[in-house]
């Protein structure tokens, strides 16, 4: 079993940055690829950003402001967010899969997941 536990989120002005981390526990987390995903209430849960040993992928959306990565000697993945917009706001999960089988950004390929933390931006 593999437990996450999300940190670093708050609230921000547009144009700011914050960044979230990912402390995974219960196996060996460099095993695992791993993602942010974030959701806001009403819609799907939206892939941002993906990482595995040596490869990232971003959604469209974050491409050149947010970058993923992950140091295995701490078991913690990162999300850095760089000029942060109102539409970034969300909750942001972590999430844990054995491989990227279906994609990076889909839901379904992740078996573990952290119990999310808010991001706010506003204008």
């Known amino acids: 079993q593999v437990q996450l536990v999300e940190s670093g989120g708050g609230s921000v002005q547009a144009g700011g940055s914050l960044r979230l981390s990912c402390a995974g526990s219960g196996k060996t987390m460099s095993n695992y690829y791993m993602a942010w995903f974030r959701q806001v209430p009403g819609e799907e849960r939206e892939g941002v950003a993906g990482i595995a040993s040596e490869v990232t992928a971003y959604a469209d959306s974050v491409k050149g402001r947010f970058t993923i990565s992950r140091d295995n000697a701490k078991s913690t993945v990162y999300l850095q967010m760089n000029n942060l917009k109102p539409e970034d706001t969300a909750i942001y999960y972590c999430?844990?899969?054995?491989?990227w089988g279906n994609g990076w950004s889909s839901p379904r390929v992740y078996e573990y997941w952290g119990q999310g933390t808010q991001v706010t931006v506003s204008s």
């Open positions: 999430a844990a899969a054995s491989s």
